[in-house]
């Protein structure tokens, strides 16, 4: 029963479509999540800020056919020229995306007016890569599903076409903060809601196992913040935390793909092993780990480097634990409940973290 509940949160979050930040599928999220949170009691605001948002509009056509595309970086106020497009592999998973700036360089260099760059994934599939924003070079980069390299890469008498046009025009977006009203310093519980497709495993599963977690410690004090800008690295959180002093208890991360699966042995589909716990600055962080094993997590106490938003949380001098991961359909179009989580891993996982969150305050309280 509990996991078909939390299932059906991951169905209604992707539904809503691509969770880009400062899109109309980004609002009605926030707006939801805001609803989620007022229905289980707790005070609600929605914190909007601006920023600088990025538009594509356009194609690129191979041979006459649109191809699937993801504009990154580039600043143009037309069609690329047409001329030499480079198609190039790039590995993007856990941790992969450091290599983009590397990739992106070299097809600069060559001395292309444009890179398409094929992303690889082991079914070809288009791979997102997350960027700043603003972070604009002037030099058209998109990336294409690895599965068309091959004709990207030099099939004779093929014609590419990149006529799309960028510019940077105002946008809005929206943090939604919420309390419980309970006395006492508060455990904060954080997750964000944006990326660059439906997002069910990546997102869809963290937010519905938060929620989850808002229940059942009702009775704690509690303050919880879902963020967007997750793909614009993390600016939404950045903006949260500027120059704000934070007195919580504890600090939870429910980061990517908190409940995703892949296909092991004998191709049974059960909890992704690309997930990683990191804990910090805890006396309990021992206890935790073991609060966390049925979830099959990695566990990783007090880490040199934090990944994800836990990279932000980690510069307050408190208790963290942050989760994150990159399932099998990480930054991908293909990112859906059906392939990325079931209800039975949702229960694992929500009841292990909330062990895993009773060890972490209770001890943080003393």
Known sequence: MEG????????????????????DVDHATAEWVARQLADRGLTVEVAPYGFDHWRVRGGVVVDGEPLEHLAVTGEWTGPVPYGPVLAMGY???????????AVAGAARASGCTSALLATEHPHGCLVAVNRAPGDETGFPVVLVPGREAARLEGTEGSRIEVDLAAEVVPGTTANVVATNGVEGMPLLLTTPMTGWFGCAGERGTGLAVLLELVERFADRPL????????ELLYEGVRRWVAERSLEVSAIVHV???????????????ALAMSRVAFCGRSTAAAGVGRALEPGGWAFREDPAAWLGEGEVWSGFEVPLLSLTGAGP???TREDTPAVSTSPQSLATVADALADAVVALDDAARG
């Not at 078909?4 to 899109?23: I, K, M, N, Q, W």
């Not at 590995?91 to 700036?101: K, R, T």
């Not at 995703?260 to 004998?266: F, I, P, Y």
Request: charged content about 20%; proline content about 0%; overall charge negative.
């Open 4 to 23: 078909d509940r939390l299932y059906g949160l991951v169905e209604e979050y992707a539904a809503f479509g691509d969770h880009r930040t400062g899109s």
């Open 329 to 331: 359909w990480f930054h």
């Open 91 to 101: 590995s993007v998973g856990h941790g992969g995306e450091q290599s983009f700036g």
């Open 223 to 230: 303050l919880v913040l879902a963020t967007t800008g997750h």
């Open 255 to 269: 980061g990517a793909d908190l409940a995703t699966e892949a296909h092991g042995e004998g191709g049974v589909r």
